[in-house]
């Protein structure tokens, strides 16, 4: 293993295995961690594959957008000089840079899963999944133009919701092999993975050999023996299809008994269906199993917030937001989770959070004025209210007296009555 560049910014480091004629050059995926000081992408499964590999590495959740990916990718051009095959391959994120970078690596074979043509705002306005980066990121020309791709990629994706949108763009561009699979969801990978079938696709793309019918096929065949895939056709249903889509949520976790993905799906769809108490049961057992991940945080407080349990739904925000309290939504999420419980001063403080992570989100700013709006509002509602109950308070106080004042001018009449 050795770094055949680095900058502070991106890191590629080789990892050769005995065969030196195939390789493949990865890309890290959103979220894989921060800083080089750990695994490149697919780095276990490719050693233990036999397969040399390059991993491309960035510090953080950039979409590669650095000015010397230029000179990162001849350092990757220059260690595969000679080798019959050559391969990028990534997913999401991972698989943005697969695309873009191929014929800047010398590649000769592409595996992209589930990735985006772009998250800039200006170019994909629909893409609302990485906001705070996108507004963030400075984007370069030179890497987020317009795709050039020598070679076809092979592109797997989930063809509903954004994924269909950003892979109809690539496809403006280049000439893609696509590989459609339906309520898989984002990224492809997992599902893939879940059912056994990334490995192969890894390796017959990096061959040559991969027939993308064939394997879309087989795919397809195999979403009923998947977790990831039924249970997302569950939540999929329409609401008129509640029943169905509670019967696809446990059939799910019968299917993958050990999946939180299949738990949280039946989770949600007992919450939504005011099984409240049901809902909560399934989430503890996925905090359990996944030692409180803050990605089942999130939901698992949204279902205790649901079936009124405020108090432990609010302390779960918190635990969720201090532990990615860079993601200015999640403290956003926070602010109005804390206003529905009517802990206004503490809503506006998170949305202050959210505000200073992510400025030019204007939702936040329009959030805002509305708090202002309404604690202004409420404070004259106060003002008014106290107004009344010193008015009320002040004509019982009259009235007792006028009714004093009579009382004596009777006892008065009487004794001159009786002088």
Wanted: hydrophobic letters at 40%.
């Amino acid at each position: 293993m050795s770094d055949l560049f680095r900058s502070d910014n991106v890191v590629v480091r080789s990892v050769p295995a005995s065969d030196l004629s195939r390789w493949v050059v990865t890309f890290d995926n959103y979220g894989i961690g921060h800083g080089f000081d750990r695994p490149g992408f697919g780095e276990e499964f490719l050693r233990n594959a036999g397969i040399s590999a390059i991993h491309v590495m960035g510090v953080r959740e950039d979409w590669y957008q650095y000015p010397e990916m230029p000179a990162a990718m001849q350092a990757v051009r220059q260690a595969t000089a000679g080798a019959e095959r050559v391969m990028t391959y990534g997913s999401s994120m991972g698989g943005y840079a697969a695309l873009r970078f191929a014929d800047a690596a010398g590649a000769n074979a592409v595996l992209a899963i589930s990735p985006q043509y772009s998250i800039d705002p200006k170019k994909a306005p629909f893409e609302k999944r990485w906001l705070q980066d996108s507004q963030r990121i400075r984007w370069l020309p030179g890497i987020d133009g317009r795709i050039v791709c020598q070679v076809r990629p092979v592109v797997v994706f989930d063809p509903s919701k954004e994924d269909g949108l950003q892979i109809a763009l690539i496809q403006r561009d280049i000439d893609i092999v696509p590989i459609r699979l339906h309520h898989v969801s984002h990224p492809a990978t997992t599902y893939l993975g879940e059912v056994g079938l990334l490995k192969g696709l890894v390796l017959q793309t990096l061959s040559g050999e991969l027939e993308a019918d064939t394997f879309a096929l087989k795919a397809r065949r195999l979403r009923r023996t998947s977790g990831v895939y039924v249970s997302n056709l569950a939540l999929n249903q329409p609401e008129h299809r509640r029943e169905l889509a509670l019967s696809l949520a446990r059939r799910s976790v019968e299917v993958s008994p050990g999946s939180p993905l299949a738990s949280m799906a039946l989770a949600k769809l007992l919450s939504r269906a005011g099984r409240h108490d049901e809902a909560v049961e399934q989430f503890e057992r996925i905090m359990d199993a996944t030692n409180r991940d803050p990605n089942y945080l999130v939901p698992y407080t949204e279902v205790l917030f649901a079936g009124g349990r405020h108090p432990e739904a609010l302390a779960h925000a918190r635990e969720a937001v201090e532990a990615m309290p860079h993601l200015a939504h999640l403290h956003a999420w926070e602010s109005a989770l804390l206003w529905a419980g009517s802990e206004n001063t503490a809503a506006v403080a998170a949305l202050e959070r959210a505000i200073a992570l992510d400025p030019h989100r204007k939702r936040y700013r329009k959030l805002m004025r509305t708090y202002r709006r309404e604690i202004r509002l409420h404070a004259i509602i106060r003002a008014k209210s106290v107004a009344r109950r010193w008015i009320v308070r002040l004509a019982r106080a009259l009235s007792r007296t006028r009714t004093s004042s009579a009382a004596l001018d009777q006892d008065a009449d009487r004794g001159r009555g009786e002088a």
